[in-house]
Nanobody
Framework: QMQLVESGGGSVQAGGSLKLSCAASGDTFSRCGMVAWYRQAPGKVRVLVSD???????RYTDSVQGRFTISQDNSKNTMHLQMNSLKTEDTAIYYCAAVCRGNTYWGQGTQVTVFS
């Protein structure tokens, strides 16, 4: 089994930047076909923000395109979400996830709050 732990959340002013990290144990991201970041805003369902497929192909939801960057560091068994030009609408709990050898794993989430 795999365990995922997010870090790097916090409060930031609109227009600022924040970098989220996700550390894996029990398995390695290099064995995962897909790694991803999701978020859940207050009163909303959890939605996909960004993912990496096959360790190379990235995609982003329209609302963060051009502002967020997803990355994967296999040497440290971590993944990251660099968030720039943050907006108040980005306020949410952010979760990392991975699909590895047929199983799906989730972190506990980290709170991101963007204030104006």
């Amino acid at each position: 089994q795999m365990q995922l732990v997010e870090s790097g959340g916090g409060s930031v002013q609109a227009g600022g930047s924040l970098k989220l990290s996700c550390a894996a144990s029990g398995d390695t991201f290099s064995r995962c076909g897909m790694v991803a970041w999701y978020r859940q805003a207050p009163g909303k369902v959890r939605v996909l923000v960004s993912d990496i497929n096959g360790g190379a192909i990235t995609r982003y939801t329209d609302s963060v395109q051009g502002r967020f960057t997803i990355s994967q560091d296999n040497s440290k068994n971590t993944m990251h979400l660099q968030m720039n030009s943050l907006k108040t609408e980005d306020t949410a709990i952010y979760y990392c996830a991975a699909v590895c050898r047929g199983n799906t794993y989730w972190g506990q989430g980290t709170q991101v709050t963007v204030f104006s």
